[in-house]
């Protein structure tokens, strides 16, 4: 099982690759997971074959910590735990990474990321901030990878106790704190990058448009979104900027 | 301001790149507004440009969590193409259609987000028996296949949006009366990612650490 573990690490940066509404990122599982069943392939050919059913059946959870399901079902599965149970496992497992993964990396790492690449961008570091925050975010992207699919190998069935006593649910709060102070940060210092010499007037029609889109997605949201509102308004605007005589 | 055949590949392969980076592989970050507009910046020598047009759409990207199967635009080769737009032409006058450019096209980029994950499921129904049978040849199949779409897919997208900038990019309008809809995109765009911010912070310690994060950003505005 641990000659498969690159493979099934390099696997899984493509986790999605064949995400479909049946069976969401169950394929990219299967995929993923075959490195790790090809030793069951030679103990025990009959088990590898239901085990690789399984591996491809239905999942959803955040791509980076799809690892802790790999292997924690790839572990099952040499375990000889009853076929039942590993479905089970395997729908437990479903939400709380899903859940997990959302809030440390969608809400929580990504803006963070972001929000400290627009700052130093603002500060004149241009791509010294880019490589910096695409290489902090996936140093820590790629480690969560790695120590997912090991935590799930090491700890089989008990995946979910393991994932609830590690540094991942604690630090979900720490890194909702950064992104909000970075991207609270980033946003006067990319308002005045990006209004930098233009007239008053147009500062002020960008203040009077920001408090009406916000207003707007207060009232309205999620119906109107900041990208139906933005095509709206600013193709009415690019109408009357061309036809007014 | 011409873009050499060198450039447009360049454009091609770093728009296809982004594309696929967002769901399929190697969703590297590569995939944001900003990291899209700054490459394709590179690659056209413009890089002023890029981080600016990358940076407003940006602020609309924060708004918006890839949650699952949740539905959400595709912003990589829409930035590639606003940039291509604005090349050559005065960033105050521009800035606002390309990010209309780049709106629209990520639109389009979501929904063929949708298109490729129903193909994706037929494939599966092609490969039914196979899956079935778990059959190691078919799932690894069924992999490369959605792929391999999503760059046909993120290829495509990559060559309307820059086919189609620089189809409209000499019939611009570009007059100062053009600064208004800049005007209005940065507004826009500021007030998605204040609204994405908030929400995102609750009412508990992130909410406090926002507002210190944002009295610290006037701070330094004021100060520059």
């Known amino acids: ?245 | 301001m011409p873009v050499a055949w060198s450039q447009l590949l360049g454009l091609l392969g770093w728009g296809t790149l982004v594309g696929v980076d967002l769901v399929s592989f190697p969703q590297a970050l590569l995939s944001r507004p900003l990291i899209a507009g700054a490459g394709a910046g590179l690659l056209l020598g413009e890089p002023e440009a890029g981080f600016k047009i990358g940076l407003v759409l940006e602020l609309f990207a924060l708004d918006v969590l890839p949650v699952g199967a949740a539905r959400y635009p595709d912003y990589g080769p829409g930035v590639v193409g606003a940039v291509v737009l604005a090349s050559g032409a005065e960033l105050s006058f521009v800035l606002g259609i390309a990010t209309l450019y780049a709106l629209v096209l990520a639109t389009l980029g979501g929904w063929s987000l949708q298109w490729l994950r129903r193909v994706n499921g037929r494939t599966l129904e092609t490969a039914a028996a196979g899956l079935a049978a778990g059959d190691a040849a078919t799932i690894r199949s069924v992999q490369y296949r959605g792929v391999a779409t999503d760059v046909v897919r993120s290829a495509l997208l990559t060559a309307l949006a820059v086919g189609l900038a620089l189809w409209l990019r000499p019939r611009l309008p570009l007059t100062g009366r053009m600064e208004l809809v800049s005007a209005v995109a940065v507004g826009t765009a500021v007030a998605a990612a204040a609204g994405g911010a908030i929400r995102s912070a609750g009412r508990e310690a992130r909410l406090r650490w926002l507002a210190a994060g944002a009295g610290l950003g006037l701070l330094m505005a004021a100060l520059r």
């Open chain 1, 1 to 245: 099982m641990r000659r498969g573990f690159v493979r099934a690490s390099l696997r899984l940066l493509a986790v999605q690759g064949a995400w479909n509404y049946e069976r969401m990122t169950g394929v990219g599982i299967g995929y993923a997971s075959e490195p790790l069943l090809e030793d069951l392939q030679v103990e025990d050919p009959a088990r590898h074959a239901e085990a690789a059913v399984r591996s491809a059946e239905y999942f959803n959870s955040h791509p980076y910590l799809a690892g802790l399901a790999v292997g924690a079902l790839a572990r099952a599965e040499y375990d000889q735990v009853p076929g039942g149970q590993i479905a089970r496992l395997r729908t437990a497992l479903t939400s709380p990474l899903g859940s997990l993964g959302d809030q440390f990396f969608w809400a929580g790492l990504v803006p963070a990321v972001v929000g400290g690449m627009i700052v130093g961008l603002m500060a004149g570091y241009g791509w010294w901030a880019i490589g910096l925050g695409l290489l902090l975010y996936n140093a820590v992207r790629i480690a969560t990878g790695i120590w997912a699919l090991r935590t799930g190998l090491e700890t089989g069935a008990q995946v979910g106790h393991a994932v609830a006593e590690s540094w991942l649910p604690r630090s979900v709060p720490h890194i909702g704190v950064a992104a909000g102070f970075l991207v609270g940060m980033a946003l006067p210092l990319a308002v005045v990058g990006l209004l930098d010499g233009q007239p008053s007037w147009a500062v002020l029609l960008a203040a009077g448009t920001m408090l009406v889109a916000l207003a707007v997605g207060w009232r309205f949201s999620p119906r109107v979104t900041s990208v139906r509102f933005g095509l709206a308004v600013l193709g009415l605007t690019v109408l009357l900027a061309w036809s007014w005589p």
